[in-house]
């Protein structure tokens, strides 16, 4: 959920959904300036939401990584009338992060050798953009701190879930506490972290 926060707060210089839709679809076909175009668009942010949740710099290069490669490979899968590219993006990516973090041998792990059929333009070593990196870094400090600016009973739920991964359920089996709970909680956090967050970018414009 907060996840999902980042990366709209974080979502400055992207391209309309027209424009997405029609470089995914030049992905399906294989298109490698077209993979090019789309890493340039969201590396940055991307990685900024990986490394929020890996917290290592060079586990949050690798995941970046699978996710672009995974991109390229589960680009002929997606439909565009279920869900807009951006979605499709964010959600991939909070998933392989949590992956990551969830594995168990995560904190000891190498960085892996990368051996499927990815796009050349990848595979040459492109970096993400440290200049929009630190943009995006700088308003993952700002989640952070609106986080801390809402009930504690809220911002734990909202935590556990961003940090940890955990579904609802799990969430509210680890706290012991009732389901509805859980759910009304990271509603009315969502409802602050918004109204805080917008507050912040009122300012800072």
Do not use: C
């Not at 992956?99 to 190498?110: G, N, P």
């Not at 990368?114 to 595979?123: E, G, K, R």
């Amino acid at each position: 959920m907060i996840f999902t926060i980042l990366a709209a707060f974080g979502k400055t210089d992207h391209s309309d959904a027209d424009e997405e839709v029609e470089i995914l679809r030049r992905i399906k076909a294989r298109d490698e300036k077209a993979m090019a175009e789309l890493y340039e668009l969201y590396n940055g942010l991307l990685f900024s939401m990986i490394i929020s949740v890996v917290k290592k710099k060079e586990e949050a290069e690798d995941v970046l990584q699978e996710v672009f490669v995974t991109i390229w490979e589960k680009a002929p899968t997606f439909n565009e009338e279920r869900g807009n590219v951006y979605s499709w993006l964010v959600t991939l990516t909070r998933n392989k992060a949590i992956d990551r973090i969830r594995s168990k041998d995560y904190k000891t792990q190498k960085k892996a050798t990368q051996d499927v059929d990815a796009p050349d333009f990848f595979l040459e070593g492109n970096k993400y953009d440290p200049l929009k990196t630190t943009i995006y870094s700088d308003r993952t400090e700002l989640v952070k701190k609106a986080l801390s600016e809402i009930p504690e009973s809220q911002s734990e739920v909202l935590k556990i879930a961003y940090y940890e991964g955990l579904t609802q359920r799990e969430i509210s089996e680890q706290l012991d506490i009732p389901l509805g709970t859980v759910k009304t909680r990271m509603r009315q956090g969502m409802i602050k972290l918004k109204d805080l967050l917008g507050e912040y970018i009122s300012y800072n414009d």
